[in-house]
């Protein structure tokens, strides 16, 4: 047990699934995992363990933002032996041809700051994804007829957007979506020597304006659960 992941020793399975809103950990380990349990629910915070193909998974909450991610996937693999944290989330999509529930890979993650940027001082560290995971993850969504977008994507902890100069040069470099947790998972599991991966589902475009009724997020949802669990355990 840990500070804030509640779970017993053996509780928290190798592979661990990070969506943002517990509620949304809840609702997949019902649909995508054998036998479910909860393991975790400290703060409000929803951790279940459960089995994928009778391989242990768990699917936990991280959090809004990079600050309580970094808490939980610090605590995850430090304290409960994660050894693949894969963040299943929705993002704004930068670039004008991304549809609502297109599916992106996160190659990349820019960042004006995180809470790892002090370690750092001068030098721009720059986090990746893990190649395989990556590699696993494109096969996965295109064996199911998905052609993902695979690229840089921007992580920041402003919601509400206070720099369109900055985003229209990410735009203008190519950024394809923003999101609030990846630059920060990439950079702890690097410190760690862990796998880690970002999958995210384009909810809104910033571009355009589209944006996607609550009603109409399961979809893309599902898709995003399934490509991460196939590509955790690719062979």
Do not use: K
Not at 13 to 26: H, S
Not at 50 to 76: C, F, N, R
Not at 180 to 204: K, N, Q, W
Not at 217 to 231: K, P, V, Y
């Amino acid at each position: 047990m840990s500070l804030h992941v509640g779970a017993a020793p053996g509780d928290i399975a190798e592979t661990v699934l990070l969506p943002g809103d517990p509620r949304r950990a809840e609702w997949a380990a019902e649909r995508f995992l054998t036998n479910p349990r909860r393991v975790n629910d400290l703060r409000g915070m929803s951790g279940l363990t459960g089995s994928w193909q009778d391989t242990p998974v768990t699917i936990h909450g991280s959090g809004m933002g990079m600050p309580s991610l970094a808490i939980y996937a610090t605590e995850l693999i430090r304290d409960h032996g994660a050894r693949t944290l894969i963040r299943v989330g929705s993002c704004g999509g930068m670039q004008a041809g991304l549809g609502l529930n297109d599916v992106i890979l996160a190659m990349t993650a820019s960042s004006t700051n995180s809470p790892s940027s002090s370690l750092f001082r001068e030098m721009q560290f720059a986090p990746c994804a893990d190649w395989p995971l990556l590699r696993a993850a494109v096969r996965a969504a295109e064996s199911r007829g998905i052609t993902p977008h695979v690229g840089g994507i921007h992580s920041t902890d402003s919601f509400y957007d206070e720099r369109p100069d900055l985003t229209e040069q990410l735009r203008r470099h190519r950024t394809l979506a923003v999101e609030m947790e990846t630059a920060e998972l990439y950079t702890i599991a690097a410190r760690h020597g862990v796998r880690a991966l970002s999958i995210l589902t384009v909810s809104d475009n910033l571009v355009t304006g589209a944006a996607m009724p609550p009603a109409d997020r399961e979809q893309g949802l599902s898709a995003m659960f399934d490509i991460a669990l196939a590509a955790a355990f690719a062979g």
